[in-house]
C-alpha cells in the first residue's frame, strides 16, 4: 500500500478514543512460481501427415479462472480429515491464530509467521483486504457503501507490493492455510463505518473483496505472474468485520452468500454455536495478567490497555507489555485444555506495535501450545470442518460448561453413551411401526444452554475492552 495511505491509517488510528488499529500495510517486491499454466508437452515426431496425438495435461495443472488471477488446481494441500468423537471420547484442545489485513510489506511479517506456522504444525486464517490487491491508480474501482469512490481508510497499493502479497498468499493456501477477507476500506465509527451498513451494502463490499482477489493481474499489470492456486468463490467461506463492528447485518448477508462461520464478535471461552447457520468463531476475553479485567484474545487490545492508542509508547516497558500478552494468551490456553477444551481464538495484525513486542508474543505463544499434547492448531475453515463432522447434541452438550470448568467425572464419562431408559414392563406393547411415523429419538437431543455464560461478559472497567472491546478495529 502506498506511503500516503500509511499516513492516512496512522492519523485515523490516533484521533479515534479507541481506535481502529489497522495501521496500513506497504508491501514489497518477490514472486514464486508454480506448474505451467499452459499445461504443454514436447512435440513428439510421429510419421509424415500422421495426426499428433494431443498432450497429455499435466498432473495438477491449473485450471485459469477469468484473467489467470486465480485458478483450480485441485483439493488443498494438507487438510486434515476429521471424525465424529468416539462415546467418552476427549475432544482436541483447537487453537486458531489469524491475522487481519494480511498483506506483505517491508516487516515481512507474513512471510515470517508462514515460516514460524511451519516449524510448529500450526495452520492459520489470513484475512486478505482486497484493497491490497489494488493499486492506488485503479483506486476508484472501489465503490464503498456509503463513501465517494475510491475512498479507504486504509489506502491502496503499489506493484511491488502487490506482488509481494500474492506470493505469500500463495504459498500460504499451498501450505494449508486459510485465506478469508478483511473486506476492503476498513472504515469504522458510528457515522459512517461498516456498523451503518444494510445487508445489500455487506454484500457488495464483499462482491468487490472477491473481485480485487480475482482480478489482481489485470488491475495491477502484473500478468506474467502466477495464479493464486485457488477459485475464491469457493475458498471465501469466513470473514472478521473491521473494528468488529456492524455483524448483525454482515451475519445476515454472510448466510445468504454461503459462508460457512464468521469471528467479529466477543464470546467467553465455550464451545460455539451457530448463528444464522454460520459458526460464530468469534474472539475470547483472556486474563490480562497483574489487571483486575479481561481483554479481547487480539494484539491491539493488549496495546490499548498498555500504551493506549500510542503504537510506540514508554520503550523499556516493551518487554513487559509483550509478555503480559504471552502470558494472557497461555493462561486463556490452560484454563481451556485442562477445562472445558474450548478453542481458543486469538487474532492478530502483521504490525511492530510497540518495538514488535506483540509479534514476539505470538510467536512463543505458538511455540508454547502448539505443540503439546492433543492440540491442534488449525485455521478457522479447518474448526468448523470438525465442528460439522460431530453430532450436534455433543456440541450443544460440551457447551454446558463453563469457562474453564472441567467435566465431573472426566470426559469418559460426560460424553459416554445415554443408555436408552429401562422399559416399563407395565406398560401396554407397542403398536408395530408401519413406516409412516417418524422415528422416536431422531432429532438430537439437545441439553440446555445455561444462560450464565451464553453471552460475553462485559467488564465494568473501560479499559477491559467493554467496548466490544475493541472498537479497536483490527485490520
Known amino acids: 500500500m502506498s506511503t500516503a495511505g500509511r499516513r492516512t491509517t496512522v492519523r485515523?488510528?490516533?484521533r479515534r478514543a479507541l481506535g481502529v488499529g489497522a495501521l496500513a500495510v506497504a508491501l514489497m517486491t518477490g514472486l514464486a512460481g508454480c506448474s505451467d499454466p499452459s499445461g504443454s508437452a514436447p512435440k513428439e515426431k510421429g510419421a509424415p501427415g500422421a495426426k499428433k496425438p494431443a498432450p497429455a495435461a499435466a498432473p495438477n495443472a491449473p485450471r485459469l479462472i477469468g484473467d489467470g488471477s486465480t485458478a483450480f488446481t485441485g483439493a488443498q494441500p494438507r487438510q486434515p480429515v476429521w471424525e465424529k468423537l468416539k462415546p467418552g471420547q476427549q475432544p482436541p484442545q483447537f487453537v486458531v491464530f489469524s491475522w487481519d489485513g494480511a498483506g506483505e510489506d517491508?516487516?515481512?511479517?507474513f512471510s515470517h509467521f508462514r515460516e514460524v506456522g511451519k516449524k510448529y504444525n500450526a495452520t492459520m486464517t489470513y484475512f486478505l483486504s482486497g484493497v491490497y490487491l489494488l493499486p492506488e491508480d485503479k483506486r476508484t474501482l472501489y465503490d464503498p457503501p456509503g463513501h465517494a469512490a475510491?475512498?479507504?481508510d486504509i489506502g491502496f497499493n503499489d506493484t511491488e507490493g502487490i506482488r509481494a502479497t500474492v506470493r505469500e498468499l500463495r504459498g500460504a493456501w499451498q501450505e494449508g492455510n486459510e485465506v478469508g477477507t478483511h473486506f476492503n476500506g476498513h472504515f469504522c465509527g458510528p457515522e459512517s463505518g461498516v456498523g451503518t451498513w444494510s445487508v445489500e451494502d455487506w454484500k457488495s463490499e464483499i462482491g468487490q473483496a472477491k473481485s480485487f482477489v480475482k482480478n489482481w493481474k489485470t488491475n495491477s499489470g502484473l500478468t506474467a505472474e502466477q495464479p493464486l492456486?485457488?477459485?475464491y468463490d469457493k475458498e471465501l467461506v469466513g470473514a472478521r468485520t473491521p473494528c468488529l463492528e456492524g455483524r448483525e447485518n454482515f451475519v445476515?448477508?454472510?448466510?445468504?452468500?454461503g459462508f460457512r462461520y464468521d469471528t467479529s464478535g466477543v464470546n467467553d471461552q465455550i464451545w460455539p454455536k451457530k448463528d444464522h447457520g454460520l459458526w460464530d468463531l468469534s474472539m475470547h476475553l483472556v486474563p490480562m495478567p497483574?489487571?483486575?479485567f479481561q481483554t479481547l484474545s487480539m494484539d491491539y487490545n493488549f496495546m490499548v490497555n498498555q500504551s493506549g492508542t500510542t503504537t510506540q509508547g514508554d520503550p523499556s516497558q516493551?518487554?513487559?507489555?509483550?509478555?503480559q500478552m504471552r502470558d494472557g494468551l497461555v493462561q486463556a490456553f490452560n484454563r481451556s485444555y485442562h477445562g472445558n477444551r474450548a478453542p481458543v481464538v486469538i487474532g492478530n495484525h502483521f504490525e511492530s506495535w510497540n518495538g514488535g513486542t506483540y509479534m514476539r508474543a505470538i510467536e512463543e505463544t505458538i511455540a508454547t501450545v502448539c505443540v503439546q499434547k492433543d492440540v491442534k492448531c488449525v485455521s478457522f475453515r479447518q474448526l468448523a470442518d470438525w465442528l460439522d463432522a460431530q453430532d450436534p447434541a455433543v456440541i450443544e452438550k460440551m457447551r454446558t460448561l463453563k469457562v474453564g470448568e472441567a467435566p465431573q467425572g472426566g470426559w469418559a464419562t460426560f460424553l459416554a453413551s445415554q443408555p436408552q431408559a429401562p422399559s416399563d414392563p407395565l406398560a401396554p406393547p407397542a403398536k408395530p411401526m408401519t413406516g409412516s411415523e417418524p422415528l422416536a429419538g431422531s432429532a438430537p437431543l439437545a441439553d440446555s444452554e445455561p444462560q450464565t455464560d451464553s453471552e460475553p461478559q462485559a467488564d465494568s472497567?473501560?479499559?477491559a475492552g467493554s467496548e466490544p472491546l475493541r472498537k479497536p478495529g483490527q485490520d
Open 150 to 152: 475510491g475512498r479507504s
Open 252 to 257: 445476515k448477508a454472510a448466510s445468504e452468500l
Open 290 to 292: 497483574g489487571r483486575a
Open 229 to 231: 492456486p485457488f477459485d
Open 318 to 323: 516493551h518487554a513487559y507489555w509483550g509478555n
Open 106 to 109: 517491508s516487516q515481512k511479517l
Open 461 to 463: 472497567e473501560p479499559q
Open 12 to 14: 485515523t488510528v490516533r
